[in-house]
C-alpha cells in the first residue's frame, strides 16, 4: 500500500493581491472610456499628439530626476554629511512613468506626484505604508517591502564622517559567546 503525498497548501494571499487585479482591470476600463470620451469631444488626432506630449514629458521629467540624483550622490560623495536634503527624484521619476502611461487618469495621478502640496501627502502616505509593513511582519525574511525597508534604515545610520560602525553588544557577565551559526533574526540598528 502506497501512500501518496497531499500536496501543499498555499499560503494565504493577502488582500491586496485579491483585490489588485480588480483595482486594475478597473482602472484600463476606466482609462478607455475616458480616451473615448476625450477623443469624441477633441478628436482623435488631438488625443494622440496629447499622448505623445505625455509620453516626451515623462521621458524629459526621468531624464531630469536622473541627472538631479546623479549630481546629488556625486556631491555627497565630495562632502559627505549626515542629513543631506532629499532630492524627491523617486516620486518625480514615477511621475514621469505615469505619464508615459498611455491614459488620462494616469496622467492626472502624476500631476498630483509633481505638485508640491500633494507630493507631501504621496510622501506621508508612503511613510505610513513602510511603517505599517514593518509592524506587520516583526521577522526577517517573511515580507519583502519590510525587509527592503529595514536595510534603507540600516544604510542611514552613519556616524558624522559617514563611516558605517558595525559592532555587537557583549554583556560582560555572560562573558564572550562564539559564533552560534548563521545569523536569521533581526538586529536592530544601533543608535549612537
Do not use: C, N
Not at 11 to 25: H, N, S
Amino acid at each position: 500500500m502506497t501512500q501518496q503525498a497531499t500536496p501543499a497548501r498555499p499560503a494565504p494571499r493577502g488582500r491586496l493581491r485579491r483585490v489588485l487585479p480588480l483595482l486594475i482591470t478597473a482602472w484600463l476600463v476606466l482609462e478607455i472610456w475616458l480616451l473615448v470620451q476625450v477623443g469624441s469631444a477633441i478628436g482623435g488626432f488631438a488625443v494622440v499628439l496629447l499622448l505623445l506630449a505625455g509620453v516626451l514629458l515623462g521621458g524629459w521629467l526621468i531624464k531630469r530626476a536622473g541627472l538631479k540624483a546623479l549630481s546629488a550622490a556625486l556631491e555627497q560623495s565630495r562632502d559627505p554629511k549626515p542629513q543631506q536634503a532629499q532630492t524627491g527624484t523617486s516620486l518625480t521619476v514615477l511621475a514621469g512613468l505615469l505619464l508615459i502611461v498611455p491614459g488620462f487618469l494616469s496622467d492626472l495621478l502624476a500631476v498630483t506626484l509633481l505638485l508640491p502640496p500633494t507630493r507631501a501627502l504621496w510622501r506621508a502616505a508612503g511613510r505610513r505604508a513602510a511603517g505599517a509593513a514593518l509592524r506587520r511582519s516583526p521577522v526577517a525574511g517573511t515580507d519583502p517591502f519590510a525587509d527592503a525597508v529595514r536595510l534603507q534604515e540600516q544604510l542611514r545610520i552613519h556616524r558624522p564622517d559617514g563611516k558605517i560602525v558595525q559592532g555587537e553588544v557583549v554583556d560582560p557577565a555572560q562573558g564572550p559567546r562564539g559564533p552560534q551559526g548563521p545569523e536569521t533574526g533581526y538586529r536592530p540598528p544601533i543608535a549612537g
